[in-house]
């Protein structure tokens, strides 16, 4: 019947239920502590593991015995959604930062959110200080001091479109580097 | 052959994330059903494809082929004309007759088998393919709720749709009868037929256990692998609870040719988990299902 992952493989897509509770029970603790590692936020973390084993149960073809083991390919689906996670909370706060600038005293971020923030915020702290000096300069002042494109672009003497393309560029580099950053951190 | 312990408890995680997990999993996707499901066909539609996949086959036999040993004392056209007797059957059946009811399928059919004796091959084809279409047009020129809730065949009392699927699936056996003795390579329905064949076979492993008079309940999680296969919680045997059921991992067309007796227990690749006893009572159970 193949190997032991080959096996179980052959198993979920033949719907069988048990299949599906003896992968949670091995595995379950590896993707859950892959996900908090990036997280570092129980409840986020549960979510990835839910997300991971529906998907796992609904395409179970995704998964190739051929490509490497279950436990590899768990775990590095759920870093994945964990990196999604934090992206699209940089995002949030992101436009929640412009929106505090256009109506400043308009939001009153929550004290959960105040903490999902700092987290999110210090998993990336360490990747912008990888990027090359006049990219990091534009980041810290766009993101961390809140200053519009035009204003970095007159606090550091530069043009505003060469504000907006590094950013671009940054945005493209912290994205690469936050995944090598988690898959290598496992 | 391989078999299992089972698998050890779940480890640390949060309260609850188990039970949330494979409920929503549940939710996304019922258990028992293959991925890709298959294309849901008819009843009539997969005898159909089985009949027209042996019409071609016929096609294209020699002299020699068809005079080869097939089955039992049967050469290949008597085979075929086995089979003429099963559709000259199955349409008094659908016309109401009661004498077909109880009547073995080997023996009450032997008659038309013999009459092919010396016939040209291309008559013996042709005989059969308008039976075929006989039954085909008996079929759809009534609408189901037109038959009986139950037909009677064989000592069979199965609706309609599972006695459509019961001959796919002897035509099908039938046709590797002839493939084996022409020296052909065996063929494999299509997925959609193959589902059909499963869903009849794994739900009826009771009665097969009733002809093998297997006694103590007997629990099995049936799992049948590739296309056309899914998952099945069956309880054979005297009514009651079984304590320790098994487990039967296998291939789909592996397990429909054990449920054909066309193959053994040992021929199957399996993995199994539970008593090896009991393993053996369900796949007895299920090659008791043959009709030949």
Same mark, same amino acid.
């Given at each position: 019947?193949?190997?032991?992952?080959?096996?179980?493989?052959?198993?979920?897509?033949?719907?069988?239920?048990?299949?599906?509770?003896?992968?949670?029970?091995?595995?379950?603790?590896?993707?859950?502590?892959?996900?908090?590692?990036?997280?570092?936020? &129980?409840?986020?973390?549960?979510?990835?593991?839910?997300?991971?084993?529906?998907?796992?149960?609904?395409?179970?073809?995704?998964?190739?015995?051929?490509?490497?083991?279950?436990?590899?390919?768990?775990?590095?689906?759920?870093?994945?959604?964990?990196?999604?996670?934090?992206? @699209?909370?940089?995002?949030?706060?992101?436009?929640?930062?412009r929106?505090?600038?256009?109506?400043?005293? &308009?939001?009153?971020?929550?004290?959960?959110?105040?903490?999902?923030?700092?987290?999110?915020? &210090?998993v990336?702290?360490?990747?912008?200080?990888?990027?090359?000096?006049?990219?990091?300069?534009?980041?810290?002042?766009?993101?961390?001091?809140?200053?519009?494109?035009?204003?970095?672009?007159?606090?550091?003497?530069?043009?505003?479109?060469?504000?907006? @393309?590094?950013?671009?560029?940054?945005?493209?580099?912290?994205e690469?580097?936050?995944?090598?950053?988690?898959?290598? @951190? @496992? | 052959?391989?078999?299992?312990?089972?698998?050890?408890?779940?480890?640390a995680?949060?309260?609850? *994330? $188990?039970?949330?997990?494979?409920?929503?999993?549940?939710q996304?996707?019922?258990?028992?059903?293959?991925?890709?499901?298959?294309?849901?066909?008819?009843?009539?539609?997969?005898?159909?494809?089985?009949?027209?996949?042996?019409?071609?086959? *016929?096609?294209?036999?020699?002299?020699?082929?068809?005079?080869? #040993?097939a089955?039992?004392? *049967?050469?290949?056209?008597?085979?075929?004309?086995?089979?003429?007797?099963?559709?000259?059957?199955?349409?008094?059946?659908?016309?109401?007759?009661?004498?077909?009811?109880g009547?073995?399928?080997?023996?009450?059919?032997?008659?038309?088998?013999?009459?092919?004796?010396?016939? #040209?091959?291309?008559?013996?084809?042709?005989?059969?393919?308008?039976?075929?279409?006989?039954?085909?047009?008996?079929? $759809?020129g009534?609408?189901?709720?037109?038959?009986?809730?139950?037909?009677?065949?064989?000592?069979?009392?199965?609706?309609?749709?599972?006695?459509?699927?019961?001959?796919?699936?002897?035509?099908?056996?039938?046709?590797?009868d002839? $493939?084996?003795?022409?020296?052909?390579?065996l063929?494999? #329905?299509d997925?959609?037929?193959?589902?059909?064949?499963?869903?009849?076979?794994?739900?009826?492993?009771?009665?097969?256990?009733?002809?093998?008079?297997?006694?103590?309940?007997?629990?099995?999680?049936?799992?049948?692998?590739?296309?056309?296969?899914?998952?099945?919680?069956?309880?054979?045997?005297?009514?009651?609870?079984?304590?320790? #059921?098994? $487990?039967?991992?296998?291939?789909?067309?592996?397990?429909?040719?054990?449920?054909?007796?066309?193959?053994?227990?040992?021929?199957?690749?399996?993995?199994?988990?539970?008593?090896?006893?009991?393993?053996?009572?369900?796949?007895?159970?299920?090659?008791?299902?043959?009709?030949?």
């Amino acid at each position: 019947m193949g190997g032991p992952d080959a096996l179980l493989a052959a198993r979920l897509a033949a719907g069988d239920d048990l299949a599906l509770a003896e992968i949670f029970d091995r595995l379950a603790p590896a993707v859950y502590g892959a996900a908090l590692h990036v997280l570092g936020d &129980s409840a986020a973390a549960q979510d990835v593991v839910q997300d991971v084993f529906v998907d796992l149960w609904s395409h179970p073809a995704r998964y190739d015995p051929e490509a490497g083991a279950l436990r590899t390919y768990l775990t590095i689906l759920a870093r994945h959604r964990a990196v999604d996670l934090v992206r @699209s909370e940089l995002r949030r706060l992101a436009r929640q930062e412009r929106h505090c600038r256009l109506a400043p005293g &308009s939001a009153h971020p929550s004290p959960g959110e105040e903490v999902a923030a700092a987290e999110a915020a &210090s998993v990336v702290r360490d990747a912008v200080q990888l990027l090359p000096g006049e990219q990091r300069r534009v980041v810290e002042l766009a993101y961390f001091h809140g200053l519009t494109c035009r204003e970095v672009a007159a606090a550091a003497g530069i043009p505003e479109g060469t504000v907006k @393309s590094r950013l671009r560029l940054a945005r493209v580099k912290l994205e690469t580097m936050l995944d090598r950053q988690l898959l290598e @951190s @496992s | 052959m391989t078999t299992h312990e089972p698998v050890s408890a779940p480890g640390a995680l949060p309260a609850g *994330l $188990r039970g949330r997990v494979l409920a929503a999993s549940w939710q996304a996707r019922a258990p028992g059903r293959p991925w890709p499901e298959p294309a849901e066909i008819s009843a009539v539609e997969a005898f159909r494809r089985a009949a027209d996949t042996l019409d071609r086959l *016929l096609g294209t036999l020699g002299d020699g082929d068809w005079a080869a #040993p097939a089955l039992r004392d *049967l050469d290949v056209q008597g085979l075929v004309g086995h089979l003429i007797g099963v559709e000259e059957h199955l349409q008094r059946c659908l016309s109401g007759d009661p004498e077909v009811a109880g009547t073995d399928h080997v023996g009450a059919t032997q008659p038309a088998a013999a009459r092919q004796a010396g016939l #040209p091959a291309g008559e013996t084809r042709a005989d059969w393919r308008r039976a075929v279409n006989r039954t085909l047009g008996l079929v $759809r020129g009534r609408a189901g709720a037109a038959f009986p809730a139950e037909l009677a065949l064989h000592g069979m009392r199965l609706p309609l749709d599972a006695l459509l699927v019961v001959r796919a699936f002897e035509l099908w056996t039938h046709e590797n009868d002839i $493939r084996l003795a022409a020296g052909l390579p065996l063929a494999v #329905p299509d997925s959609s037929s193959l589902r059909l064949m499963t869903a009849l076979a794994a739900p009826a492993l009771p009665v097969g256990a009733a002809r093998t008079g297997l006694a103590a309940p007997v629990s099995v999680h049936l799992v049948l692998t590739g296309p056309g296969g899914g998952t099945w919680d069956v309880l054979l045997g005297s009514v009651g609870r079984d304590p320790a #059921p098994v $487990r039967i991992v296998t291939d789909t067309v592996g397990f429909c040719r054990l449920v054909a007796n066309r193959a053994g227990p040992g021929d199957l690749d399996m993995d199994i988990t539970g008593d090896p006893a009991k393993v053996g009572g369900v796949l007895a159970a299920a090659a008791a299902l043959a009709l030949d």
